[in-house]
Structure formats: structure tokens, C-alpha cells
């Protein structure tokens, strides 16, 4: 598919995926994984189905000669969970030089604890009980560290006080060859994501940013 910079999938309240810019094409990776063994393209519908399957099976190294990348913002518990897979460079926003906006993540429902594994949850807790709970201390906290601010504290001190449901933003650049890493570990249905309700608003559009070309892994 054919994508303008600045191009935006909007997830929840306050959250979205950002296209920046990208580095190489899908045909890039069809000639990397070629070279392997001296072999021409057959042709574009053969270079497609060449893609679809080093993606489908995780030949990743033909990958690499496409980067991506992107803006996000998402709250700061998913990011700690994203940023552990170390597939990436980022450079996040920092609440020791700005301050942070009053933008918290509430999840559509809630879940019960799986209690044979730790990762899963499962069900639906009725009522919106949590919801009024949740909110009033997201604000009571806010309120609290913008009390802070105005007293002088430091920003780097303040912010002790936020919750990790408050949003963050940040700019990576990954190499195409982490793209089917991310979708796979994104289709685990443990992951904390789907557990919280994050990550069903947007997510087949989210995968269209993985394909830079008319045709590509589509």
C-alpha cells in the first residue's frame, strides 16, 4: 500500500500509531533473500508470494534491508512491556523536561485473573464500578503532582506520583526484519495489550504499516 508521512491510526481515547518514514522497499527484501541463491525475480506476482512467505516463516534476515519509522503514544505500563523485546531504537518523552498531560488509559472492560496462567486473563467483570474508581484516583493523583509543580518541586520528583495508565510517546526505528516478530508476539492472546483492552481499537489497520508497497505482505 502506498502511505503519506504523518499517515495516523487513532487507538483509544488518546493513543495512535504514527507513519514517519521508511528506508528501502518490499522488492528490497525479495532480491536479499534471492542473493542467497543466485536467483532471479520470476516476476511481481512471484516476488509476492516470496514475501508472504519469508514473513509467514520468520526468515527475518532478508528483512533487515528495510527500516521503519514511527510515533507512538500509548500508556506507560504497555510501553515498559513493549521496550523489553529490544527490537528497536527509541527515544522516548521525558517527564524530567516536559510535563505530562493529563491523558490516563481506562480499559473498555475488565478481566478476570487466569489463575493457572500468571499472563492471561480471561471473562468479563460486570459494572462500571472500577471505571468511577479508576478515574477518581488517575485524577486525585494528577491533581496532585500539578500541585507539585506549581510548589516549585522538580519535574523529575513530581512525577513519582503518576500512575503507570498515564500516556507516553515515543519515536522508534526498527528494522523491517523485527515487523513479523512484533505481529507474532502481538498475536499471543496473554499479551498485556489484548489483557487490558488496548490493543483491539485499529489493530488489522496497525499491520498495514508493516507493508511499504502496493501489493506487499497484503
Known amino acids: 500500500m502506498s502511505m503519506e508521512k504523518g499517515y495516523t491510526i487513532p487507538v483509544h481515547d488518546h493513543g495512535f500509531v ?61 510501553m515498559r512491556q513493549y521496550i523489553r523485546h529490544r527490537m528497536q531504537n527509541v527515544n522516548e518523552l521525558s517527564a524530567r523536561y516536559s510535563e505530562l498531560p493529563d491523558e490516563f488509559f481506562i480499559p473498555e472492560k475488565w478481566r478476570y485473573q487466569d489463575t493457572k496462567n500468571k499472563q492471561s486473563s480471561y471473562g468479563e467483570i460486570k459494572g462500571h464500578y472500577w471505571h468511577q474508581e479508576v478515574n477518581m484516583f488517575y485524577q486525585r493523583a494528577y491533581e496532585l503532582y500539578q500541585h507539585m509543580l506549581q510548589e516549585g518541586i522538580a519535574r523529575e520528583q513530581a512525577r513519582i506520583v503518576l500512575p503507570v495508565g498515564i500516556y507516553t510517546e515515543f519515536y522508534l526505528l526498527l528494522g523491517h526484519e523485527q515487523s513479523p516478530q512484533i505481529l507474532h508476539a502481538a498475536g499471543r492472546p496473554t499479551r498485556p495489550g489484548r489483557a487490558s483492552g488496548l490493543c483491539t481499537s485499529g489493530e488489522a489497520d496497525s499491520s498495514a504499516l508493516l507493508s511499504l508497497d502496493d501489493g506487499g505482505l497484503r
Not at 543466485?38 to 532478508?62: I, V
Open 18 to 78: 504514527r507513519y514517519i518514514d521508511h528506508m528501502g522497499i518490499d522488492l528490497d527484501i525479495v532480491e536479499a533473500a534471492r542473493v542467497s541463491y543466485k536467483s532471479p525475480s520470476k516476476g511481481e506476482e512471484a516476488d509476492k508470494k516470496l514475501l508472504r512467505y519469508l514473513f509467514k516463516h520468520r526468515h527475518t534476515s532478508p528483512f533487515e534491508m528495510v527500516k521503519l519509522k514511527l510515533n507512538i503514544k500509548l500508556p506507560i505500563f504497555v
